[in-house]
């Protein structure tokens, strides 16, 4: 698993350092696709070390850093698209990652 766990470091840490300088708008948009990918990989893999599962909750909060640096942030859609994503989360399972802002 150190390799899965490393891969999503790299990715993560790319959308936030490399795009997220140049371009939040289109990192906060693959930061969003990234945190989608959390609880189908969390369970199809064995995280019993929790390593897998703080890589997204990093990513959970480096999302909330890259919505903070959108000047025009549209806090209705924002809303109403975490409301979205916590419902489908909580379908999926009880064990969630869910974007702090």
Known sequence: MPKLEAELA???EGIVTQLGTENP???SELMWRFLALGQ????????SN???GDE?????????FLLARL???DRIE??????????????RSSSTVRPRL
């Open 71 to 73: 000047p025009d942030l």
């Open 25 to 27: 708008r289109s990192a």
């Open 50 to 52: 929790g390593r897998i």
């Open 78 to 91: 924002l809303a109403e698209r975490l409301h979205e994503s916590m419902a489908t989360i909580s379908r």
């Open 10 to 12: 790299i990715l993560r």
């Open 40 to 47: 189908p990989t969390i369970q199809r893999v064995d995280d």
């Open 56 to 64: 997204f909750r990093c990513a959970a909060e480096d999302i909330g």
